[in-house]
């Protein structure tokens, strides 16, 4: 309990075993240690460096503890002053950073990694450094980490970053797969599926992302890509994808289904045909005699049906499924 202060087990036991007697010979403190005179002494004169114990006036051979509120709050002070001076070194490196990558020298946008042990380190740290999203397109054999090992996935998704996440059917069929995407499900992860993505893709906050390549001899390779163009085409492969992907669902049994996306009914269509005619909300409520609550509200059911996030995206997207001609009502 107290390794965070400097003490091992051994000088932890001793402290509490004086702390427990008051005052203690090097022997009668051993015996209760059930360990020799000579490593009881040891211990004691460590303790005594950390301002916990002291020799008494009784005796040479006698030990008294120091009490624990006035010496562990020392330790505790100290420690607290340490983590602060780190922090701000922290804060300073990172300035420096962001200072030097604000204007990155192109052999500097993409990073190599080798070997699996590298590639899992990176892949972890990318997630643990993510602030608001990770984006990720799984395939259905994995490089480095499995998803049972991703243990900084569930760190990141507690600290409030959100998940969006595309797999291909495959992952399905693995012995571990469904308990892999209930887990993810179970966790307010966006999970989608489609019947293969294009390669395997993480993206962090939208700055940095990580694009696992073919092996190389006997080990795998990776690119970890910095800000620049073709981080922002790496970012549109995945909102495609993600868009055309159908959403998972958890079943009251913990069974992992597809969810079938509802089509939009005619009140849809209508009000889209409306809306792509330059109407307002307001003056499509009154022609169709709805509530302007009710307009939005199926306006934003169609937005998270086609998976994109402005009134723009969702007109392009209602041509292209054919919900709506461009020759208007």
Known sequence: MLAALGLDETHESAY????ALGAADVPDLARRLAQGAYDTERALRRLEQHGLAARSSSGPDRWVAAPPDAALGALLARQRHELGQAERAVARLAEEYRARTAEPAVHDLVEVVTGQEAIAQRFL?????????VCALVTGTPVAVSALDNHAEEQAVARGVRYRVVVERAVLNRPTGMVELSAAVGRDEQVRVVDTVPTKLVIADGTLAMLPLATHGTDPVALVVHASGLLRTLASLFEAVWR?????????????AEEQPDGPDSTDLEILSLLLAGLTDASVAKQLDLGLRTVQRRVKHLMELTGVTTRLQLGWHAYERGWVTREGR
């Not at 509490?16 to 702390?19: E, F, P, S």
């Not at 055309?244 to 992992?256: I, K, M």
Request: proline fraction near 4%; avoid cysteine; aromatic fraction near 0%.
């Open 125 to 133: 740290q990318l997630q643990l450094t993510a602030d608001k999203e």
């Open 244 to 256: 055309e992907a159908l959403p998972l669902r958890v079943g009251a049994d913990g069974s992992v």
């Open 16 to 19: 509490r075993a004086l702390v």
